[in-house]
């Protein structure tokens, strides 16, 4: 059964620096792209990276792009985000999903909060 | 970027009924497009993708259909399960574009 887990998610203030993890198992994690995908409250859906397999690929939606960084550990099947100069704008609940511009497998997701 | 415009925002319907959902994108994007189902408190599943092909393990009453810039999502036959939020996404400049539309709730009448 395919599983992703994330973690790390909480109350960050305004500038501050927090950083996902998701962790990956009932599938070769190191053959499929990975992304995250986040939701603010009573929101919509957003993509915000995607990484490939081997991390040779990497992109970000604009609205992040300098200051979230993606990455991928395929020998611990984890997938993270480094997030830095938090803005209240990024309140969300943020989900690792898998896939390469369709999205199959999903996270439960973590909620991120940023305020002072 | 490409805008993904869905309609209704809200379809009030009864089980068993027909559901319609539709998707317009603000420029062709092939036959590029997938749709999520979410529940409340849930992540999004994956139902269609590239327009008309089922994901695994999704009953048939789901179809999708369209191409180019208007799609739709239909439900057959509405079991009590299908009340939830639908949600289209365009990968067509992928990479470096994802995006989704805004979502149509469809609830119980």
């Known amino acids: 059964e395919v599983q992703l887990v994330e973690s790390g998610g909480g109350l960050v203030k305004p500038g501050g620096s927090l950083r996902l993890s998701c962790a990956a198992s009932?599938?070769?994690?190191?053959?499929?792209?990975m992304n995250w995908v986040r939701q603010a409250p009573g929101k919509g859906l957003e993509w915000v990276s995607s990484?490939?397999?081997?991390?040779?690929?990497?992109y970000y939606a604009d609205s992040v792009k300098g200051r979230f960084t993606i990455s991928r550990d395929n020998a611990k099947n984890s997938l993270y985000l480094q997030m830095n100069s938090l803005r209240a704008e990024d309140t969300a609940v943020y989900y690792c999903?898998?896939?390469?511009?369709?999205?199959?497998?999903w996270g439960q997701g973590t909620l991120v909060t940023v305020s002072s | 970027e490409i805008v993904l415009t869905q309609s209704p925002a809200t379809l009030s319907l009864s089980p068993g009924e027909r559901a319609t959902l539709s998707c317009r994108a603000s420029q062709s994007v092939s036959s590029y497009l997938a749709w999520y189902q979410q529940k409340p408190g849930q992540a999004p599943r994956l139902l269609i993708y590239d327009a008309s092909n089922r994901a695994t393990g999704i009953p048939a009453r789901f179809s999708g259909s369209g191409s180019g810039t208007d799609f739709t999502l239909t439900i057959s036959s509405l079991e009590p399960e299908d009340f939830a939020v639908y949600y289209c996404q365009q990968r067509s400049n992928w990479p470096p574009e994802i995006t989704f539309g805004q979502g149509t709730r469809l609830e119980i009448k």
């Open positions: 009932g599938f070769t994690f190191s053959s499929y792209s």
């Open positions: 990484i490939s397999s081997s991390s040779s690929y990497i």
């Open positions: 999903a898998s896939g390469n511009g369709d999205y199959d497998y």
